[in-house]
């Protein structure tokens, strides 16, 4: 069965396209980067050419998905950058790439069977060119979320009997959101580190710290190297059931002396501050450089994340005052009160919900201390202190 689906980009040049003398112009690609993940695998082919028509389909014995670009023609050089991609742990078994004589770029992919592909064309944002993006989806997605669940009535079941407490307790889930992720590598320091490597990093040691505590299950957001839309992060921690969001930020700023670790919250009154404005602005960038796709539900689901209410708001400031006062006896701190703006990744409506950017990663000695274990050690410490001092006070039922 063929099943064929075309859409055009850039739709008012669509004209353009048809009174042009049918000459090919080159394909060129500017890279080609692979993000494999138990989830999905994106692909992301950045070209410099603008405005591109491509026509795509999906066909069987062999599968595979059938990308055409049309009036283009393409390099050998240019070609080996996509043939030469790295198809380990991905669906994809096979990339070949031709040219047409009706001067069509041809891509196929062929792909595991129980794999469905998503395919996207993004345009030019940050420091990318043009993107053609194609997510391979498993067909039967292992849902990380109902294995998270199972683990934890396992782990009740287990337990059940041996501890006393765990009885009259029930465990708390906690929401850990390594900020950015694959094609989004956030801020960047001078020395190379991405932020979304040591967020990664210092997230999975405050995992490790807050599980030592029975009570406490703490559900990852991401566990590895692959782009989350900031609005799945928030789903993903509600359906796990998380009572507390934290996610976890390095800065850049402009000037490399401004240092210190601060918190921020959502804020439905406008920004606290002109920084912090500027800060929510650029951490909401992330869905544009990391290539979300949205189709017309995602609108709507839109709305609902906006309703957020002012006691969601009141308890964030709370833990975040808590999560604030630890990271001040580890590090200089950038800003001494919480600070509110509009942070999507924070627009939870019952959770209470706070950012942490842990230090300036822009600052060389500060990008320093966030690549060194020891510190990433003391960071994870500082706000699992503050989350558990935040919980044992609070009037919440948890
Ligand atoms: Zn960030």
Do not use: C
């Not at 580890?330 to 001494?336: A, D, G, N, T, W």
């Amino acid at each position: 069965m063929i099943n064929r689906r075309s859409f055009v980009l850039h739709l008012p040049l669509l004209y353009f396209f048809y009174f042009l003398p049918k000459v090919a112009r080159a394909f060129e690609i500017a890279a080609v980067r692979i993000w494999p993940s138990e989830e999905y695998t994106r692909l992301a082919i950045e070209h410099l050419e603008e405005k591109i028509k491509i026509q795509y389909s999906n066909e069987k014995n062999p599968d595979r998905i059938i990308i055409r670009i049309f009036n283009m023609k393409i390099t050998k050089k240019n070609s080996s950058k996509l043939a030469n991609v790295n198809l380990n742990h991905t669906p994809i078994e096979k990339i070949s790439i031709s040219d047409s004589p009706s001067n069509e770029v041809k891509i196929v992919f062929y792909i595991n069977p129980l794999t469905r592909a998503r395919i996207s064309s993004i345009p030019a944002i940050a420091h990318y060119r043009d993107r053609l993006v194609i997510d391979f989806i498993p067909a039967k997605k292992k849902d990380e979320l109902l294995s998270f669940l199972e683990n934890y009535q396992r782990e009740k079941r287990l337990n059940k009997g041996t501890e006393k407490q765990r009885k009259s307790k029930k465990q708390i889930t906690i929401a850990i959101d390594p900020g950015h992720g694959g094609e989004d590598p956030g801020a960047i320091g001078k020395k190379g580190t991405k932020e979304k490597d040591v967020v990664l990093k210092i997230a999975m040691r405050l995992k490790r710290k807050i599980e030592k505590n029975p009570r406490f299950k703490v559900f990852l957001t991401r566990n590895g190297d692959y782009f989350i839309s900031l609005r799945n992060r928030i789903k993903k921690a509600k359906r796990a059931g998380a009572s507390v969001f934290i996610s976890i930020h390095a800065d850049a700023w402009i000037r490399p002396d401004a240092r210190g670790a601060s918190v921020y919250i959502l804020s439905d009154k406008g920004a606290s501050s002109e920084a912090a404005r500027w800060m929510a602005k650029k951490e909401n960038l992330s869905d544009l450089v990391g290539g979300e796709i949205m189709n017309k539900n995602d609108e709507i689901a839109k709305t609902i994340f906006n309703m957020s209410t002012s006691a969601q708001i009141k308890n964030s400031s709370i833990l975040g005052r808590k999560v604030l006062e630890e990271l001040s006896t580890i590090s200089h701190i950038h800003k001494k009160t919480v600070e509110g703006a509009g942070f999507a990744v924070l627009k939870n409506p019952d959770i209470p919900s706070i950012l942490v950017e842990t230090a300036f990663i822009s600052n060389p000695q500060e990008e320093n201390r966030l690549r060194n274990g020891l510190h990433q050690e003391k960071i994870a410490s500082a706000i699992n202190t503050g989350i558990l001092t935040f919980i044992k006070n609070s009037k919440l039922r948890f």
